[in-house]
């Protein structure tokens, strides 16, 4: 219900389109670009950041200016700073949406928030995967159709090691005999979680325009609400209420 | 995401302004003026329709135009004609947004669209209500305080016999010792449902701000997505698979 | 944690098995004997009820004595007495454990207790069924692989129109390129309900061990509890808060 | 469905009943004693660990044998290794049971699986609680009251910065105005959690009759089931679909 546009920031990674001809083919400008471009184009107020800026581009400044941050990354996860995800993950409780994308499955920050390992099995062969709405009356699938397909991607398939998620908006199928759950909504403090499972470095997923739906819409459905801090500790005293 | 303003019917049983000098008091104009005054100050394009109207004041052009329905009944349940509980339960799995407020936890629609009693335990005795907000970052609690009370209000108590809530936003704390689930979301077919509990005819509750504002926040919430109709029956044949 | 035998009724619609070749090849003493068999191989005490029977076999001492009710039904669903669905239900408020089967996606009991119309997506081509354990920690996961196939199979897809489950324990693959949420927990009133989707009456389906483990594993979750019967209605007065 | 007694291990920080005399007067033996007593008692195989043993007690030896751990942590948690937070985090993943009680709301092995602060209000005025049962079907309320009642209790009040529970058991209401979740279950990877909210160290929370009812039917609920590892990683080639 924000009248003022709301400010996206987009994280990647940003390594392999730095070094593997392949995916600069795709993603000429990086994923983060990639993803970027359909959300100006859709009126929200968008900025970038990348692992190689110093703080990887995720300063108290760009985060305090940060409704919701889509997440990207793949191979240096291990080598994100603990004090950012400390960052972050504050931000998150505070109230902030929270979106991580595909491989991001293992990145600290979503390791932090769900206390799992969120593994999963993978297979890199350009399979189709054909995304299911589930949950069609959720505000993330407005406008999408009952399925879509994405050809070539990667497989994940089942185990999932998350939480059973507080509303499972998308299950994908692929054609070598897995199931995923791809779209998962979960609410960390006063922060929004979606996680969207598409994405494959070397494939133009992100070009896909259902994809770029359900991350518009996800982006609508974790902006942050005009809510308080929450308030903790010692409480008014037993005689006190009024 | 709507643009267009979102299109509310309040629907009242309308008895017991009729009856009783006491609620005449309260809801002059009946509880459905008094639910209806809030929300198109709110910018809602309001109508209203009562038990005793033809049809209840729920023919198929009514509910046609219908975005979210709010729906107070409590002595005369039993007499909403059955033809019409179809017709407002298929707008719902059609996607219209539902919000049954307090004694409508007996209506015929709310029961046959939860599958159990919702039965409870109450007590009419002018005590405290406090109504803390559990889910802060749910748009239904946006600008709402951490708690707020109602006194004098009827006690609703647990057991309340609904199935688990998808989200629970509102638990209240009575004076006499019990505690309810308040503010309890579902989603049937396309349709969203928010039961919420406050609203004793006796009792001024529904010109209370806070209690405004949660109907307010619940109708941008319930209000229909750009969804197509679901699909179903016999499906492409196997080897269509493209 | 009961000591003594769990009581299971098997009710089935009894109509393919009479009027079908195919269906009595397959299951030569009906489907009824078909599920009976490994649960009373299991230690539960079994009985079974059918469709054709004086109130389709469930009377009020039947149910009395049935700690969990397994359901079979798909062409005669309209024919189901509304007074015996009614008992059913009072019983599953009252705490009895439900289990409906493959086409009593459409059973009047199942319908009621949803509040949805449970409608899907289906096609009978004999093709594969992939079934994945979503809930591996969960009860009525308890020694399945991490998935098993059926070949032949119907499919059934989603969109399936139910409540979200309170708990997802499988989600189903099928070579025409559909998923389905094919194991769903549900708890209406005291009672507790285990959708389970396999089992085209022309399949051999319930003979399979990894089927039966599932029907077996959810007989025991969906026991009653030693719980007394609910209290609703008025309430202690407001000054006696010991 | 064990057939061999449940191995619980009960943790117990260990730290006031040996420098506060009125914690000692109420659990001479220590707080892990007072709850193992009445485990035993019910039959379970117990032993007990505590912070100041070496590696806590909590060997690799000790967890391989425990299938349940009860913890109570207060005023140390921040001296609590996190090598042995990785280890007792590990076994959970791996299907291990774990019941933080009380205000272990803030150990490190509880936030992590949570994800999110934990944090609450409190309050220290010997004042009543009263515990609702509101899922009356579910395990651990077997055999349990609509209601029960301790007082004195130390009040802990919402927010309370938990990720909304897979299942609500228990609602506390408190005689200062407050109301809290005091019963909440999440699954993490295999493991099955329970936290349970009461059991000041001042106060003989322990020696209740429902409060240990409730701890044992929670070690049932979460003894872990008979599962295989989850398998992830790279899965097989496209073209092995049998």
Redesign the interface.
């Known amino acids: 219900?924000s009248v003022n546009p709301i400010r996206v920031t987009v994280w990647n990674e940003n390594l392999h389109e730095r070094t593997q001809a392949v995916v600069q083919a795709v993603y000429p400008d990086g994923i983060h670009e990639a993803l970027a471009t359909p959300l100006r184009a859709a009126g929200f107020t968008v900025r970038t950041a990348t692992q190689d800026q110093p703080e990887h581009g995720l300063t108290e400044d760009v985060l305090a200016e940060t409704d919701v941050l889509l997440w990207w990354g793949h191979r240096l996860h291990h080598q994100v700073d603990d004090a950012v995800v400390d960052r972050v993950q504050a931000r998150v409780?505070a109230?902030m949406g929270l979106i991580p994308l595909h491989s991001s499955h293992f990145s600290k920050i979503f390791n932090?928030?769900?206390?799992?390992?969120c593994?999963?099995?993978?297979?890199v062969?350009g399979?189709r995967e054909?995304i299911?709405?589930?949950?069609?009356?959720?505000?993330i699938?407005?406008?999408l159709?009952?399925y879509f397909?994405l050809k070539p991607e990667e497989?994940y398939?089942?185990?999932f090691?998350i939480?059973?998620p507080?509303?499972?908006v998308f299950?994908?199928?692929?054609?070598?005999?897995?199931?995923f759950?791809s779209g998962c909504c979960?609410?960390?403090?006063?922060?929004?979680i979606f996680y969207f499972r598409p994405g494959h470095e070397t494939y133009p997923t992100y070009h896909d325009a259902n994809v770029q739906r359900v991350i518009a819409n996800a982006v609508?459905w974790a902006a942050?609400?005009?809510?308080?801090p929450?308030?903790?500790?010692?409480?008014?005293?037993?005689e006190?209420?009024?």
Do not use: C
Not at 119 to 123: A, D, E, G, S
Not at 171 to 179: A, D, K, P, R
């Open positions: 219900m409780w109230g932090r928030l769900m206390g799992t390992t593994n999963l099995k993978h297979r062969a399979e054909r299911w709405t589930i949950a069609r009356g959720h505000p699938a407005e406008g159709p009952e397909d497989m398939g089942e185990p090691d939480p059973a507080d509303e499972l299950v994908s199928w692929f054609q070598g005999g897995e199931v759950r979960y609410t960390r403090g006063l922060g929004r609508h942050p609400r005009d809510v308080a929450l308030r903790f500790g010692r409480s008014a005293p037993l006190t209420l009024d």
